[in-house]
Nanobody, 121 residues
Framework: QVQLVESGGGMVQAGESLRLSCAVS????????MGWYRQAPGKQRELVAH???????NYVDSVKGRFTISTDNAKNTVYLQMNSLKPEDTAVYYC???????????????WGQGTQVTVSS
C-alpha cells in the first residue's frame, strides 16, 4: 500500500516562501509521475503541479512563476517550492504518485494526511 508523508507546511505572511516535501513509499509503479494538490475549506481538491518521471512539469495558472515542483527519484520524494505566497494559497496540500493520467484526474483511493499552509495578508 502506498504511503505518503507530506511535511513543510506552516503559517507565513504574504510574499514569503515555503518548501513542501513528500516522501512516497510502497509504490509498485516503476516510473511514477508525482503531483501536488491542495484543498481549501469548502472547495474541491485541485491539482497544483505535477511532474512526470522524465521531468516534464505542469502548473495550474494561479501558481505559474511562483511554485516549482521537483523530485528526487532515488529517494522517491517530491518537493514543492512555493515563493511569493498569497492568502489564496491557503489550503491543505497533498501529494500523490502514480501513472500520469491518474495524477491529472486525482483518482486515488489513498491520500496522506496533508500539510497545512496558511498565508496571512
Amino acid at each position: 500500500q502506498v504511503q505518503l508523508v507530506e511535511s513543510g507546511g506552516g503559517m507565513v505572511q504574504a510574499g514569503e516562501s515555503l518548501r513542501l516535501s513528500c516522501a512516497v513509499s510502497g509504490l509498485f509503479f516503476s516510473t511514477p509521475a508525482m503531483g501536488w494538490y491542495r484543498q481549501a475549506p469548502g472547495k474541491q481538491r485541485e491539482l497544483v503541479a505535477h511532474i512526470t518521471y522524465d521531468g516534464r512539469t505542469n502548473y495550474v495558472d494561479s501558481v505559474k512563476g511562483r511554485f516549482t515542483i521537483s523530485t528526487d527519484n532515488a529517494k522517491n520524494t517530491v518537493y514543492l517550492q512555493m515563493n511569493s505566497l498569497k492568502p489564496e494559497d491557503t489550503a491543505v496540500y497533498y501529494c500523490n504518485a502514480g501513472p500520469a493520467p491518474r495524477i491529472v484526474t486525482g483518482a486515488f483511493g489513498s491520500w496522506g494526511q496533508g500539510t497545512q499552509v496558511t498565508v496571512s495578508s
